[in-house]
């Protein structure tokens, strides 16, 4: 599996946008990215995943580079219940398609 | 229903103690996991299940035995365990193979798991 790099750690005020890089420069043509996060006392949660065009949902946007050697996980207002760790996933096609394989992610924290 | 069911949310057990972990779901899905979690790290994968077939054992020691006896069910079963295997131990839960890199899992809240 392709790896990703995360900061460690991130912070943000509540009510605020949050930007959460992830560098991917080994990404396949076929690898999708994925964003799960896990908070505090609870399992992982999906959040987004994007092939080349950015995406958005209900939770976030997902802004992907043209190269796809990066992408950004947007909080277009962070709450204090977006405090959590976020993993930035590479996943390839139908051979490791069983496997979901997390990095170290990124801790966020919200300020009030 | 969204949800992926975990007992016991706690378990304390010795080293020559025999436990089980179980985990439930009824969305459907036909591909189950388990994950192991220490503090401050990331989940890591330990088992899969596909149509209550074990499809990836990620070379976890056989003092854990999974089980998949129908396809909402998953156990985890627990022998001789040490103390370094206290963890978080997470199960998930998908529709199918996840395809072409799409797809996503369910986490359950996890068993919180002491080896005295």
Not at chain 1, 55 to 71: C, F, H, P, Q, T
Request: glycine share 6%; charged share 20%; hydrophobic share 30%.
């Amino acid at each position: 599996d392709a790896k990703t790099t995360q900061p460690n750690s991130m912070e943000s005020n509540e009510e605020e946008p949050v930007h959460l890089p992830c560098n991917h420069s080994t990404i396949s043509g076929t690898d999708y990215i994925h964003w799960y996060r896990q908070l505090p006392s609870q399992g992982p949660e999906y959040v987004i995943h994007g092939l080349t065009s950015n995406v958005n949902n209900r939770m976030a946007s997902l802004a992907i580079a043209e190269d796809r050697k990066s992408s950004t996980l947007i909080l277009h207002r962070a709450t204090l219940r977006d405090a959590a760790v976020y993993y930035c996933i590479l996943r390839g096609p139908m051979d490791s398609s069983y496997k979901l394989i997390f990095g170290s992610g990124t801790r966020l924290l919200v300020r009030p | 229903d969204t949800e992926v069911t975990q007992t016991p949310k706690h378990l304390v057990m010795g080293m020559t103690n025999k436990k089980s972990l179980k985990c439930e779901q009824h969305m459907g899905h036909r591909a189950m996991y388990w994950y192991k979690q220490k503090a401050k790290k990331p989940p890591e994968l330990m088992f899969v299940y596909s149509y209550e077939k074990l499809s990836i054992n990620e070379s976890v020691p056989s003092r854990f035995s999974p089980e998949c006896p129908n396809s909402s069910l998953l156990n985890l079963h627990l022998h001789a365990l040490q103390p370094e295997d206290s963890a978080l131990y997470l199960c998930a839960s998908s529709q199918d193979r996840l395809l072409r890199g799409t797809g996503e899992l369910f986490f359950g809240e996890g068993s919180r798991l002491t080896v005295l």
